[in-house]
């Protein structure tokens, strides 16, 4: 079996120019920072409260919220992290843009996209995504930066379409911004540069369908009980 140093190694080599998201969930700060020393740059973690309690604990790193985010944590959430990728809802972004706005922050964040339709899951569905952007232009304190989805579980090639369908998407909302087919001052908080899909199980089909970035928890620190 591997060491954290040998799988972190292996798996920037493997990805390249793909970005590699450590998820952390449930994993302690001393394994945390074996990772940042073997060369993780970003960290992603799925609840609040638990990064809270280890936050003082992990060596310098981008720090991404994953999970969901319960309207009662979003300040503690802007205070907290770099980026929220798990963003979905009108309603969230605007409450996130006020409280960035009280510690004068501009929020990096990423829209959540529900690309199954799956009534469990949260995020846009595909035809809202380009809708939002227009609730999105009057807010100074956010920046979208990219999209996120988290696929059906199935096996890695029947979430091939799905992860088709998200770059399609992304490709769309890049070429209309970028060749300013908006308002400037629309575009002023909205850089889609960032495509985060695929986990462990499918990162690799993931990235053949288009991912600048993954998120490997599983792979990197085995299997967790929740």
Not at 101 to 126: C, D, S, T
Not at 186 to 191: A, E, T, V
Not at 209 to 221: D, H, K, P, Q, Y
Request: hydrophobic share 40%; glycine share 8%; with cysteine.
């Amino acid at each position: 079996m591997m060491t954290i140093d040998e799988t972190i190694k292996a798996l920037l080599r493997e990805l390249g120019e793909t970005e590699l998201v450590c998820v952390t969930k449930t994993v302690d700060p001393v394994r945390i920072n074996e990772a940042i020393r073997a060369g993780v740059t970003i960290i992603g973690e799925n609840r609040v409260r638990e990064f809270e309690d280890k936050y003082d604990e992990i060596l310098p790193c981008e720090r991404h919220l994953i999970g969901h985010l319960q309207k009662n944590k979003v300040k503690k959430a802007v205070q907290l992290f770099d980026v929220i990728q798990s963003v979905d809802s009108l309603k969230l972004i605007q409450d996130i843009d006020r409280k960035a706005e009280a510690f004068g922050k501009v929020q990096q964040v990423f829209l959540q996209v529900n690309i199954g339709r799956e009534p469990q899951k949260f995020g846009f569905v595909h035809d809202e995504v380009g809708q939002v952007m227009t609730g999105i232009r009057s807010l100074k304190n956010v920046r979208v930066q990219g999209l996120m989805c988290m696929v059906p579980f199935v096996p890695p090639e029947q979430a091939r379409p799905y992860f088709r369908s998200m770059k399609a998407l992304f490709d769309e909302l890049q070429l209309k911004f970028q060749d300013k087919q908006v308002s400037p001052d629309m575009q002023g908080n909205i850089d889609i540069r960032e495509l985060s899909m695929g986990m462990s199980g499918d990162y690799r089909v993931a990235i053949e369908e288009g991912a600048t970035m993954v998120r490997l928890g599983s792979a990197i620190f085995g299997d967790r009980e929740y």
